[in-house]
Structure formats: C-alpha cells, structure tokens
C-alpha cells in the first residue's frame, strides 16, 4: 500500500492526477494482487520453502530499486510517448508498478503454507497473517500520506521502501547454505544502494532553485533568463520578473480587465495562489485593494514567500483550505472573485460546476465581477463546458482573449445589461488616466471576443456529472511563452 501512494507522486508530473490516474494505479495493483495470490499459492505449494519466499521478496526489491534508480525518467519517457491519455497511465502504471505488485503479493499466501501446521488449525493461521497483513497496509497507507509525502523527497522515499523489502527478504534466507548466502549478500547489496541513493545529494539543473514534493502536486522554482517560474507537476504557474517583481506571464496581467465593470474595486479574493502575482499586480496600482488568496497546498505561500517576494500585511493574507469550502464557510462579500485554478492535467471538478458559480454569486458584492483563467482556447471541450455552464448562473458574460497565449479570461457579472464595445473603450481610456496597468485596460478591451456555445451539444457541468478530467486537454501544450 506505501508502494500505491507514493506511485501517485511518479505519475502525477507525466500524467497529472485526475480521476484517470488514482483508477489506473488501483486497477494495476488489484491486477498485481490477484496474480500474485494466484501464483504465490501454486508456488508455495510446489516449493513450501522459506528460501523460496525470501527470494520472491528480493525479486520484489529489485523492481523497486529500478523504480528508485529510473522510475520518474521511465514515466517520463512514456508520458512523452503515449501521451497523458487514460490509456497511456494505464499501461504506464501496469508497467512501472505490475512487477514489485506481483512479487510482493506472493507473500501472503506462502506465508499462510509455511505457517500452517495442520489442517484444523488453518483458518486460524490465515485469519492472524491476513489480519497482520492488512494492518501492515493500513500502516503504510497512514504513514506514507501523512508522514513520508510531506516530510521527504520522492527519492528517498523509495529507497525507505527498497530498504525495509530489502530487510525483509535479508531475514528469509538461510546462512548456512551457499545459495542463501548468495542471496543475503544480494539483499545486503541493494539495501546498501538504497541508503547510498538517499543520501546523495539532490542534483538539480542549474536553473532549478528548488523543488518540493507535497500531499497534492510537485513542485518546481526554476529561473532563466532573469524570469523566476513555478511549476506545478511539470504544468507553468505563475512567473515574475526578478528585477521589477512584476508578472512575466501574459494571463497574470489581464486580471485588472475586472476594473472594466468594477471600476471602483476595494476587496478581492484569488481562488489558486500560485506565485502570488494577481494580488501583487493589482495592489501595485490600487494601493487600497484588500486581496485574499485560498489556497489548498500550504507549501505553496510557503514557496511564494521565499522565492517569489510575497509579503502578507494588514491588506493581504492568505488562506490554507480548499477554495469552495471558505466560500461556503464565509460570512462576507468581495467586489472581483477571481478563479485561477483551472491549470494543469487534471482540475478540481466542484470548482466548476452549477453548484459552485451559485455560490460564487452569494459570495460577490452588488456590481461584483468574477473573473476565471481558462488555459486553453474556445475549441477546448473544457472551456466549452465551463463557458456553458457560467452562462447558466449569470446572464452577462465577457470573453477576453490573451495576447501571446492560448488563454482566456472570462468574466461574469449579474447585470443584466452588456456593456457594448464602445462603453467598454471608453471606461478603458478613462481608467487608463488613474492606472499604468501593462497592458493597459484599452489593450485589454481591444481583445473582447464573442464566445458563443451550442448547449446541445456542449456538457453542463453539475456536482452530479461533471466529467472535466475526460474533457481537459489543458497542460498538453506549452501554456504560452514568457513576455509582456
């Protein structure tokens, strides 16, 4: 089971971690259990031998040391090949975590012969080892979510696991015979190699200042070129400019288009943190804007704070919690709730259904605006689908088109009445005297589009049915390149 968790965190960089994923590794591993059973009980009783199981087992620690050694590059190559296609993670989980699966789960049932002592006595004997066994699981299940993930890098937890197997088939084998003695140095040596891995160094490219693996993505810092980035799973966040602290990706720049229909903004709240540049950009030139940000991986503002100059102060601070569950636990109302969170392979589903835009009008002050970054074009079934289903919950919808990028900013407001292109120009220009926004709100409303949606042949997403990670192909191309 600690083999299961952690197969999440070599996948989700190639593959993401949507539904199609998490159902692929626990396909692969109720495969590798059935067959394993299988032939760990002929096996056993073929050969009811102590030797057998510990070579079984060391077989096992071999498969995690190439998982160790060249899982994530494996994945990588073979995300690149098939593609982050349901079926490209299924065949990749089969390959990468099928054989230690298979070896590993031989060993409950050839515990249970070799435990055995007579026939009356069996059903006692399996009933403690698959007991013993289950906990073990429960064990490393508890231990490696809430213990290893967030306390140590990918590394070093597979060569924990490579460690302890290794261990285990050492204790098997029998050192009065020249075959176990073979054997035992062979776990010896793997096990050494496993502590020789963990403790080297971290090598990184020179562009990489940090990577860090949480509960719910990996994450990486690179810089080039003095632009500082962040990653997400392999997926483009956020970027700034070292030198201005300013948002060096285009997307980041055009959440002040807001101002075009909320003119006199004082309070906003971003959905997705990212780097922190939204609320920096906007508080850059509306000093008295209040920005809140929710994000649900804590070591996110973390990296913000270290890597991307973010400060909190009496009119910023940030939230830890999932974005939909503070909006429905809030007691207030913000002028712009701007969603950023529709990046990568796989999205959080509940933020963007019926269900959630009903919330988000309860949560947006009278004249309030919300805005929504959608990393992809209007061919994308995804964005067809959110732009349908916005439209259902409010009646006046703006669609802007990124300049250098694939993205799109939308924005929802409850008026009823559509700002035409000329009263849009004409708030720009005026606007434009009191900000110095790069691009400036003109520029932005130049690049208004028209978004229509055939709902009869576009999904409606609902709490019930809300298929986005079939949709998605958000991360399967370069987002858009740096520039201003």
Known sequence: MALEIISSRVLAPHFGNSVYVWGSIISVFLAALSIGYFWGGRLADRRPEIGVL??????????????????????????AWLGATPGGTLLTATLLFGPPSVFLATVSP??????????????????????????????????????LIPSLELKRILALLVLVTAIAAGLTFQRGAASGLLRLGGAA???????????????????????????????EVTEVAGVRYLKSDRVLQSAIGVEDGL???????????????????RSAIVLGMGGGAVGSYLRGQIPELTVEYVEIDPAVPQIARDYFFFEEDDKTRVHVADGRLFLVRADRQWDFIYCDTYIGLSVPFHLTTIEFFDLVKRRLAPGGVFGVNLASDLADPFVQAVLRTAQERFPTLYVFNVVGATNLLILATETADTVSDEEMRRRAAE?????????????????????????????????DYAPANHLIRLGRKRLELPGR
């Open 54 to 79: 510990g070579t079984l087992i060391l077989a096992a620690t071999l498969c995690e040391m190439v998982l160790l050694l060249a899982g994530t590059r494996l994945a990588g190559l073979l995300g």
């Open 110 to 147: 050839f515990a249970i012969r070799l435990a055995a002592r007579e026939i009356a006595g069996l059903g006692d004997t399996a009933g403690r080892l698959f007991a013993l066994s289950t906990g073990g699981s429960l064990f490393g299940t508890l231990v490696s979510t809430f213990v």
């Open 189 to 219: 040596t793997l096990a050494f190699l496993a502590v020789a891995v963990a403790a080297a160094p971290e090598r990184t490219g020179g562009d990489v200042l940090h990577t860090r693996m949480s509960p719910y993505q990996t994450l």
């Open 247 to 265: 948002p060096a990706l285009n997307y980041l720049r055009y959440a002040p288009g807001a101002l075009l229909l909320a003119p006199e903004m």
């Open 431 to 463: 606007l434009d005297r009191r900000y110095r926004f790069d691009p400036s709100l003109g520029t932005i409303a130049a690049r208004r589009i028209e978004a229509g949606v055939d709902p009869a042949k576009t999904v409606l997403l609902t709490d």
